[in-house]
């Protein structure tokens, strides 16, 4: 099989030869090819380079466009910095004071060098691998590009106290979040995967998702041309997955390191897809064999669960992760098998 | 309402964010007992408190907590109102200065810890987000500040708090000036405290007081050795 058969039996609940896997390696690719990470988040040929050396070292059955937020933020006007082992990250908001808010502007994604960085990363990812392997598109969520173009904390104070200037905020979020969606599923992405964090009760009061954040998202997701994984954000997402029931062109969650699969279960049903939660941003602090006995629970516990592709949770990979982790996690799902019944 | 009584109310106000409702339920007991002072000492600091331990142990949202520091600040704001004239004849515990390091913007974290601080009876100079080391040291000499208190959000930023360290020292302050160190870097990597030169941490914004209050004794104790 393909991967992109593996992948949508894991979809359709339909047999599989061996249990579908990711790791998200989008950083890991500059370790592999000795890119600086200044040229890899800012050129689409280097960081397609980082990926295939990523597919030829563990053969991930998807593969991801750049996990960075930096660009959009950039492109909203934000300042960011580029890091030696770490995606670039937001320097200084565009905007310090939230009487500015309304300097905020949808940025042209036709001129605009990051935005056309990650849509030109999704284009020679689709080109290059040609539909054998999947590529999911990474974006910030409409809901949380706020926070790193204007700051958590004036975020939150506009969603939670000032419906008026959030409904606005969103209202251009929306506008910039659709086109740019969009133009990456031109681009020849599968899916999107999208972290949520101010969309989480973790961080939002519940009637704040119910009653803002929900209803936005719906409306947003009904005008993508493809599906969206869901991705926890960095926050536990199981025991809330009801509230999200009713989103259109939602094609999985992906779950916290903390989640319950059980629970997740028990609160979205039997044929949705869920994918994790081998924690990815700290592999590179715990020893292979730690990790590895991690993974093999995560897929003792899903053994007979079709809707499952074996995923890291968080963020990037971390750089400093051991190739033998990478390469042992590759091997233990080559040898697991299909694992359900 | 007794104070338990109204405690509990505040408390459910605040998580369920009802910051209308919390200040409300204060507006009436400072009403029925005679001032903010006492509605802040027999209501809200134990609230406090109390949703500080459910945030150490993960039970509360990031919204509540902003809930419960805006309704403190709402409450501050109030005895500052009531109190001009009395204010300076109370105890004040000390003066510090708190800002965010240089290139770090993540605010949210250090206005929680200056309403904190402001309620339990500090002094307060916030010198905002991207502070410079020397700005941070001109100003608590300036102001006969006891503690600085720095803010990071990621350890790229974090490792400047070195640079506030290493200007304690060129002027002979370390000791006699305090060096407080906090935001969400170092809940995940408690090493980097030592790191980065600091003499305390909190693992939330409820628990400055406490720390600075030690922080505040040890400085005492080493300017009179």
Redesign the interface.
Known sequence: MTSMERVVAALQGTEADRRAFTMTLSLYGAKLTGCPLSEYYTSPDRYLQGQIAVYDHCRPDILFTPFAFAPEAQAFGSEI?Y?QK?PP?????FI?DPKDIDKITVPDIGSDEGLQYLLSSARLLADHFKGAVPICGVLASPLDLPAVIM???NW??IL??DDEKASAVISLMSEYFVTMANSMFDNGINFLAIPMMFSN?????E??VKETVVPALADIFSRLKGPVVFHHGGNPLAGFLPLYRNIPNIAGFALDQHDDFSEARKNIGENMLLLGNLEGPTLGLVTTAHALERAQKILDNRRDDRHFIFATSGADVAWDTPMETITGIYDLIQHYGAGHA | MTAESTRISVIEAIL??E?ELANSLLDTYAAANGSYRRAMNEVLEPVLVEIGIKWAEENT????G??AGKVAEDTLFKIIRDEQDILHTQEIKGTVVIGNIE?D????GR?LVSIFLQSAGWIVHDLG??VSPEEFVDKAAETDACIIGVSAM?Y?TAANIKKVRDELDRRNLSGRIMLAVGGAVFRLRPELTREVGGDGTAANGYQVPQLFAELLARSQRETLQ
Do not use: C, I, W
């Open positions: 910095f890091l770490n990250n937001v320097r200084k908001p310090r700051g958590v904390g939150l104070e939670l106290f009760p973790r961080l939002v009061f009637k704040t | 369920g964010g910051r949202s990031l919204a509540q902003y809930v290139d913007f993540h605010s949210l206005k987000s991207d990621m790229t």
